[in-house]
């Protein structure tokens, strides 16, 4: 799958040459701030007393306002593509410690794999390179979700210690934060459901 457009890598071969056809060249210096260093953040994995099948449908039901304040609408589909708006609200921490929220806008191409993996691809937002993937396992008539998320930042080395040490730690708790929900959210569906109903016994995760 191809990279954003907002991601691009800049190698020293790549950049031209100076002469009377030609732009100035690039500075070794400049090369290095459009380069994107990926960091991969920890996955997150959940396990979830519901049938994988209604846990992708809640997880692919875009257009519908979360209880955090968060939001999503289908702006184009193409076969198993959507192109989607996010609006995502992640916590903050300010001084002292003290915790609030920021609302982030987003435009993905979300590809969907039924009912197996749902996969992010970021076009749009603060982050030069945003992946996302939910893998949905088969256990037993339960779900084994997991969250797994690549980010990065143009900059070079810059750019990724500024991604290692202010939005990973951000981004992570998010992860965690969001995947609870959405097992509370998925079960909570299961509870009500007769085709897909809530399951209390099935394999460990």
Not at 54 to 79: I, M, P, W, Y
Not at 114 to 119: A, L, T
Not at 169 to 179: K, N, V, Y
């Amino acid at each position: 799958m191809p990279l954003p457009a907002a991601v691009s890598y800049t190698f020293e071969a790549d950049i031209p040459e100076k002469g009377p056809d030609h732009e100035p060249a690039l500075g070794r210096s400049d090369a290095s701030l459009s380069m994107i260093l990926p960091i991969r953040l920890r996955p997150v994995e959940i396990h979830i007393h519901a049938d994988r099948r209604l846990a992708f449908q809640v997880l692919t039901a875009f257009g519908a306002r979360q209880d955090d304040g968060g939001s999503s609408v289908v702006l184009k589909a193409e076969g198993d593509r959507r192109l989607v708006e996010f609006h995502s609200v992640i916590p903050t921490f300010g001084r002292a410690q003290r915790r609030g929220q920021k609302i982030y806008r987003t435009v993905e191409w979300v590809t969907l794999l039924e009912p197996e993996e749902i996969r992010f691809e970021g076009v749009e937002g603060p982050l030069d390179l945003l992946q996302d993937r939910f893998v949905l396992r088969d256990l037993g008539g339960c779900t084994l979700f997991r969250y797994e998320s690549t980010i990065g930042i143009k900059g070079g080395v810059a750019g990724w210690l500024k991604g290692r040490l202010l939005v990973r730690p951000t981004l992570s708790r998010f992860m965690r934060d969001h995947s609870r929900r959405l097992k509370e959210t998925i079960e909570a569906r299961a509870k009500d459901s007769r085709l897909y109903p809530y399951r209390r016994l099935c394999l460990a995760p």
